[in-house]
């Protein structure tokens, strides 16, 4: 694999210096954790989200495009560009065409394969949480989509964008990186339960593997709004 040039990927092991502050890093750990703590508490409170879930997914939109721009603020004071941290470039449609087909692959083999294995493996159901939050109606399934896209984006810029890269810098090691950003992914899913957040950590592993070897948070970002949204809507369905 060639080696990518400083400022051109998303996973840069040439440049191993941190690209944010220490405390920036840790307020978006406190964050992240924090959130994921209040919906692990939330999770089996029967109705929480039966009601409102077009509200929940604007909410759930502004809090992560929030902490993406906490992100751009954090790197930007090192001089990191927000296009550093997403890496990669389609000069053609074709380039476009070649990352959603690996994107439809990770899809089946990852998320169908991988975390469906070990979610089974631990006989991990899908809770009550999740189930309440797929869509409904037409304009749910529409704003579930939008929750999607902004997810695909957002945290594959948060996950493998910032903190995979972030952990490697101060580990010193990529794979240190890559394990970490899992972890901290798996839990981030706290209403979900802790079972499927251990198949997320290991989701989110192979996500950080796509994205070095890549060098783009691209094909990942497709793969999570194809795992989030088309997910989603056909677990609707199979729900029913």
């Known amino acids: 694999m060639e080696a990518a040039s400083p400022g051109s990927s998303a996973i840069n092991t040439l440049r191993p210096q941190p690209i944010s502050p220490a405390w920036h890093t840790v307020v978006v750990l406190l964050v992240l954790l924090g959130l994921s703590l209040l919906g692990f508490h939330r999770q089996n409170m029967p109705g929480m989200h039966a009601?409102?879930?077009t509200a929940g997914y604007v909410l759930t939109i502004l809090v992560e495009w929030a902490i993406t721009a906490f992100i751009w603020y954090g790197v930007s004071r090192r001089g990191v560009p927000m296009k550093d941290l997403i890496g990669g470039r389609w000069d053609s449609f074709i380039?476009?065409?070649?990352?959603?087909?690996?994107?439809?692959?990770?899809?089946i083999v990852c998320g169908g394969g991988v975390m469906s294995g070990i979610a089974h493996l631990l006989k991990a159901n899908t809770p009550a949480s999740v189930r309440n939050l797929l869509p409904q109606g037409r304009t749910e399934i529409i704003v579930y989509l939008l929750v999607a896209a902004t997810a695909g984006f957002c945290e594959e810029v948060i996950f493998r964008g910032y903190l995979q890269r972030q952990f490697s810098a101060l580990t010193r090691s990529a794979a240190g990186g890559l394990v970490l950003q899992g972890v901290v992914f798996g839990a981030a899913h706290g209403y979900q339960g802790w079972k499927l957040m251990v198949a997320i950590a290991v989701f989110g592993i192979t996500f950080g593997l796509l994205a070095m070897w890549r060098r783009s948070l691209r094909p990942g970002m497709i793969a999570h709004f194809l795992q989030d949204g088309v997910g989603g809507i056909v677990g609707r369905h199979l729900m029913r």
């Open 95 to 107: 380039e476009f065409l070649r990352d959603l087909g690996i994107a439809v692959a990770f899809v």
């Open 51 to 53: 009601h409102g879930r």
